[in-house]
């Protein structure tokens, strides 16, 4: 089994990274505008680099799309590949590959592609990049959050995944 998970997990994290991707560099760091904090939404909005009411369908549609993704994968990891079906080995199976998807977000994405490289660098914000860039505080906020954050989500998750395997 843990073998198993492994090989999910890396293809979850190609899958994530490829969508995550897809949703940035066809338009570029500004397209990828919803991904930012605020004042530097605000920014671009007022260097007339993207509208608001743009910003906000693309995360409509980002957050749509990751939400049904995620929850496809797992499902499909979980219930379909794995073959669970009791209630506590979907959950700490769901667990586990939501955790190191999690993990993968803070490390590869949100540190090494958006806090260390100059890719997410967006001429006019240099004085906001402070936020984004302060990859120390980001992976102490966020990796608590990925791994004790993930323990109420896959109980929900796992009632979930179990009601839909038991009705196919």
Same mark, same amino acid.
């Given at each position: 089994?843990?073998?198993? /998970?492994?090989? =999910?997990?890396?293809?979850?994290?190609? /899958?994530?990274?490829?969508?995550?991707?897809?949703?940035?560099? &066809? /338009?570029? &760091?500004?397209?990828? @505008?919803f991904y930012y904090e605020q004042d530097i939404q605000d920014r671009l909005v007022e260097l007339g680099l993207i509208t608001r009411e743009r910003i906000e369908r693309r995360r +409509? %549609?980002?957050?749509?799309?990751? /939400?049904v993704a995620v929850l496809v994968m797992l499902f499909v990891c979980v219930c379909v590949v794995n073959g669970a079906r009791h209630y506590l080995d979907i959950v700490w199976q769901t667990y586990v590959l939501y955790a190191l998807m999690?993990?993968?977000?803070?490390?590869?994405?949100?540190?090494?592609? %958006? @806090?260390?490289? *100059?890719?997410?660098?967006? &001429?006019?914000? =240099?004085?906001?990049? *402070?936020?984004?860039?302060?990859? +120390?505080? +980001?992976? +102490?906020a966020k990796m608590p959050r990925a791994f004790l954050g993930g323990i109420p989500l896959a109980f929900i998750l796992a009632g979930l995944f179990w009601l839909v395997a038991h009705l196919l």
């Open positions: 089994m843990p073998q198993k /998970l492994l090989a =999910e997990t890396l293809v979850i994290w190609a /899958l994530f990274f490829l969508y995550v991707w897809l949703s940035t560099v &066809p /338009l570029g &760091p500004v397209g990828g @505008a +409509r %549609v980002a957050v749509a799309a990751g /939400l999690e993990a993968f977000d803070c490390v590869v994405i949100d540190t090494l592609w %958006v @806090a260390l490289s *100059g890719w997410w660098d967006i &001429p006019g914000t =240099e004085g906001l990049r *402070g936020s984004y860039k302060d990859w +120390r505080s +980001r992976m +102490r």
